[in-house]
């Protein structure tokens, strides 16, 4: 099976999509000060280097690992989604350049294109809405519509039931962290780009399973259409 047998494609918002510009640490700020946890403490910066290792994961999951007490995780959460909500409700959101006309592309093309996330619904139907991207593509998904978040391969595997794909080697599996590599390597998906716009490298994306490292995804178009 070639690239241009693909017909399902995955792709990552924050980072790979959408433009994070540091949104992520921002909100972990207002999480971290609900925990009695403030920036510039020793505490702080060893948390937010967990943070930053583990961008791609479902927020949820991060908080558990760090506060380790359920409620004090759903707690910082909560505060993370406030936080975020606001600033993406502060102007502060938008695509990367060439994003939209990537997807508009490879659905003009006869693709099925999902949008996937770590974060809540809430959080992304907020930034979809902000982008005024409702209808970019044909599905979203957040790691409660799945049952688990990155790096597990389950949203993968939802968005190829929900569109009735027959194979995961039918998946593009695209997104700027090496949990993005790790779901769709585990998902089965016969591409996984990693791109260059968002938290890791080329080598943590090779790491992780990646075929393909590209610059940005305006670049996944030609990679799957030829």
Not at 48 to 57: D, N, P, Y
Not at 113 to 137: H, K, M, N, Y
Not at 164 to 174: E, K, L, P, W
Not at 176 to 205: P, W
Request: charged letters at 20%; aromatic letters at 4%; glycine letters at 12%.
């Amino acid at each position: 099976m070639t690239t241009h047998d693909v017909s399902l494609v995955v792709l990552d918002m924050a980072g790979t999509t959408v433009a994070d510009d540091g949104l992520v640490e921002l909100a972990f700020e207002a999480a971290a000060r609900s925990q009695g946890v403030e920036p510039g403490s020793p505490e702080h910066a060893t948390m937010l280097a967990h943070v930053r290792a583990t961008m791609g994961e479902s927020k949820i999951s991060v908080f558990r690992h760090l506060f380790g007490d359920e409620d004090r995780a759903q707690a910082a959460n909560l505060a993370f989604e406030a936080g975020y909500d606001s600033l993406v409700g502060q102007g502060r959101c938008e695509a990367l350049p060439g994003a939209a006309e990537a997807i508009a592309e490879l659905r003009g093309r006869g693709r099925k294109v999902v949008l996937t996330t770590g974060f809540s619904r809430t959080t992304q139907d907020g930034i979809l809405a902000a982008l005024g991207w409702q209808d970019v593509a044909d599905l979203t998904l957040c790691p409660a519509d799945a049952g688990r978040g990155r790096p597990y391969p389950d949203m993968v595997l939802t968005a190829l039931l929900r569109t009735r794909t027959d194979s995961v080697r039918q998946i593009a599996v695209a997104g700027d962290t090496g949990y993005d590599m790790l779901t769709g390597a585990r998902a089965g998906a016969s591409v996984v780009a990693g791109v260059l716009t968002g938290a890791h490298d080329e080598a943590r994306l090779r790491a992780d399973g990646a075929t393909h490292v590209l610059g940005s995804i305006a670049e996944l178009p030609a990679v799957l259409l030829g």
